[in-house]
């Protein structure tokens, strides 16, 4: 704490002129701010509690390789870490298949490498590790145990519930084996449209659902999914490398076309005893889920129709595969969709603890006996189920607090009382709990403080720290801390009132002198961007080269209820790029800012944007960045595009107004296009398309492309040369500080 304590005073002290000498931070150059150890500080992944609450694991990334990550186990008794895994000394370095490369894409780990995942053992005497496509247990005693040693890939691999079988996915089939024995097919193969036991595009991509198999409680059964992919439509996708094109027919359920049939089989571990699941007479639904009873009586799968207004819940028995519908979720307003999340839970007495926005704003309710308990309530949505302690009767959760920042709290699952309250909240927090919600790992940062880890008693009072990651001494952003700036915030009304809450940081200024704007923006629905957490340290290089950084969350973004998300209900580009004008038209009235020089930077869904500000108010920007844009949403997947817009052969004219292709030609301020020239999710014919639109009106603009690169340009070269490209476009179009 005393080291903390220290780090703050640090920040937030100002330094005197013999201090400065002394401590004068050195350029925080975009080398650096990508360069190897992270100025966050240490980045735990994967942080799982044993069974038994014994340890802690985690997945620990290299002072000399930020990338890389090994696992770690931290013993709470002895309060000793050890290296459970060295994931440079054991693995092969082999190349991943193609498969596991697309599905660590979905999974947003694709820049990672050594461990990316690891899975504990139910009776904790140790932990599943895959690396480099094989699987190794590793014990607690240090000793390691190579289970396959295959040219393919192991995909999505399992401990069985109770430990006794290892199971995984090879070459579109579902293959189970005990613990250090032999492996065999369980699933039929059946063509290359036909994959068992894997999630399809869109569950990965857009459901956070990365399953597609499931062990009974017991190890007697297992539910797995078929995918049959024959009316999905094929994207001719060309991965354009430096030395080379390899040329990928890839399935890709655009808006408007048809999605893989999904469909549900519960049989034996050796794959007999096989039944089918009735998921009902429509094939064009969505399997957002599935669950097992904790006592495996029964599967919960959670469908979905098409249009994402309605959820049915399932009860399914595991004998016989029929089914019943338990209950439905319906959409909160009509012109509204389902939201889908992970917190729930079912609970040993048969009820169920559910989120739902059905009064508008994200809550959790008890479902008992066909009857409905709302246990929070609020204009402050609840955003996260972290833990359940049925012996005591409570349950952990995450709430947004001031629209701002999230905090944990502690209920009653019968409904009386009132939530408590369990972290600081001059924090943003997120949290974990093991299985039986008997200890709480939190971590929290703010402007000053990067992400921080520590384990705490049920009640919140903190037990160790995992990482507190003061930032004194040898901490990798020690020398900047005198450059560091703490973000301003505010807010501005919409056009209709509602407050937009933005964000702010500003370099060191001079008096009379007016400085350039770095307006950043997402604008889709889900991400919020202004918040009171760590920002890192990219913002801040961006600020010591003599600009205003700023952030504005428009409509449509989360965390602050249906009605503030609905407006952009088939209506993407309008609401969005209205609220991003007002924040522009709010800076403009600054004496400290020159409103001739507000520069826009968006990547996906904010390259989309950048796009359409461009068209919507010549001459309101002075230059914009557009990466890896969306330009025509009919080329986007089925489950994101069609929840927000329709389905664009029912709502043709929505899908045109929202295009950015129609008005390009309209863009006269500077335009620099990035995007990676083998992304595979938004595919580069979206940026193809625009640019011989923009070609063939004669419409000037710069472009700087990456080959071999996906939807995440990034590393530890190839990320400062995009941030140099965007500086030195802006130089050149003369966005630049004052002399």
Same mark, same amino acid.
């Given at each position: ?68 990550? *090994? ?99 090879? *070459? ?186 059905? *009064? ?202 249906? *009605? ?176």
């Amino acid at each position: 704490m005393r080291s903390l304590l220290l780090a703050v005073a640090l920040l937030s002290a100002p330094a005197t002129a013999e201090d400065a000498m002394i401590t004068e931070a050195p350029t925080l150059s975009f080398e650096r701010v990508f360069a190897s150890p992270g100025l966050d500080g240490p980045a735990p992944r994967q942080v799982k509690l044993s069974p038994d609450g014994r340890y802690l694991t985690l997945l620990r990334n290299r002072a000399d390789d930020r990338e890389r990550y *090994d696992l770690w186990g931290y013993d709470i008794e002895t309060r000793e870490w050890r290296m459970l895994v060295d994931s440079e000394a054991l693995g092969s370095g082999r190349e991943l298949s193609e498969d596991e490369k697309m599905q660590r894409e979905r999974a947003r780990v694709a820049g990672l490498k050594g461990i990316i995942a690891y899975q504990w053992a139910s009776d904790g005497s140790g932990v599943l590790v895959p690396l480099d496509g094989d699987l190794f247990l590793a014990k607690l005693d240090g000793t390691v145990t190579r289970l396959t040693d295959t040219e393919g890939t192991e995909l999505n691999p399992k401990l069985s519930s109770k430990g006794g079988y290892v199971s995984f996915v090879r *070459d579109r089939r579902l293959w189970v084996g005990p613990v250090g024995g032999d492996a065999q097919p369980v699933t039929p193969q059946e063509g290359e449209t036909i994959r068992w036991g894997e999630a399809e595009f869109v569950a990965q991509e857009e459901m956070a659902r990365l399953q597609g198999y499931w062990w009974s409680p017991n190890d007697d059964r297992i539910a797995v999914q078929r995918t049959d992919e024959a009316s999905v439509g094929i994207v001719t996708r060309a991965a354009i490398g430096a030395t080379g094109t390899k040329v990928f027919d890839q399935r890709y359920p655009a808006a408007g076309t048809d999605n893989a049939v999904v469909e549900l089989f519960v049989m034996n571990p050796d794959g007999s005893g096989s039944v089918k699941v009735d998921l009902g007479v429509d094939l064009d639904i969505y399997v957002a889920r599935v669950d097992w009873a904790p006592d495996g009586s029964a599967i919960y799968v959670q469908r979905q129709d098409r249009a994402q207004t309605k959820t049915d819940v399932l009860r399914v028995d595991p004998v016989t595969g029929a089914s019943t519908v338990w209950f439905t979720e319906e959409a909160a307003r009509p012109d509204y969709w389902i939201n889908l999340s992970d917190n729930y839970r079912f609970l040993k007495d048969g009820s169920l603890l559910w989120w739902s926005e059905r *009064d508008g704003y994200g809550h959790f309710y008890r479902y008992v006996g066909g009857q409905w308990t709302q246990l929070t309530r609020g204009t402050s949505p609840t955003t996260s189920l972290v833990g359940v302690d049925e012996a005591a009767g409570t349950f952990t959760y995450q709430a947004t607090a001031d629209v701002l920042t999230q905090q944990i709290h502690r209920a009653r699952l019968d409904g009386t009382g009132e939530p408590d309250l369990l972290t600081d909240p001059a924090f943003t927090n997120s949290a974990s709990m093991d299985g039986a919600g008997r200890l709480l790992y939190v971590t929290r940062s703010n402007p000053n403080q990067p992400p921080q880890s520590y384990l705490a008693t049920p009640d919140g009072k903190q037990v160790a720290w995992i990482e507190e990651n003061a930032v004194v001494g040898e901490h990798p952003y020690a020398p900047f801390l005198t450059s560091h700036v703490a973000p301003e915030y505010g807010t501005i009304p919409a056009e209709d009132g509602t407050p937009l809450h933005w964000m702010m940081l500003k370099p060191k200024m001079e008096p009379g002198k007016r400085y350039p704007v770095f307006f950043s923006h997402y604008g889709g629905p889900g991400p919020q961007m202004v918040t009171k957490g760590w920002g890192g340290a990219l913002a801040q290089s961006i600020v010591d080269k003599g600009y205003i950084y700023f952030v504005l969350d428009n409509r449509g973004s989360a965390n602050r209820g249906v *009605d503030f998300e609905q407006p952009i209900y088939r209506a993407m580009g309008g609401v969005e790029v209205r609220d991003q004008k007002a924040g522009a038209q709010f800076l403009k009235t600054l004496d400290f800012v020159d409103p001739a020089k507000i520069a826009i930077y968006g990547w996906s869904y904010g390259g989309y944007m950048t796009l359409k500000q461009l068209e919507a108010d010549p001459g309101l920007y002075a230059a914009g960045i557009s990466g890896a844009p969306v330009t025509r949403w009919e080329l986007y997947d089925t489950h994101y595009t069609e929840r927000y817009m329709g389905d664009p052969r029912e709502v043709a004219e929505a899908y045109e107004k929202a295009s950015a292709i129609p008005d390009a030609a309209k863009i006269v301020d500077p335009l620099l296009l990035i995007h990676g020239m083998a992304d595979d999710n938004v595919v580069f014919e979206n940026s193809s398309e625009l640019i011989s639109v923009l070609q063939e009106s004669n419409t000037p603009f710069e472009m700087m492309l990456y080959p071999g690169y996906t939807h995440r340009v990034g590393g530890e070269k190839v990320s400062p040369h995009v941030w140099n490209s965007i500086m030195r476009f802006l130089e050149a179009h003369g966005v630049t500080p004052p002399e």
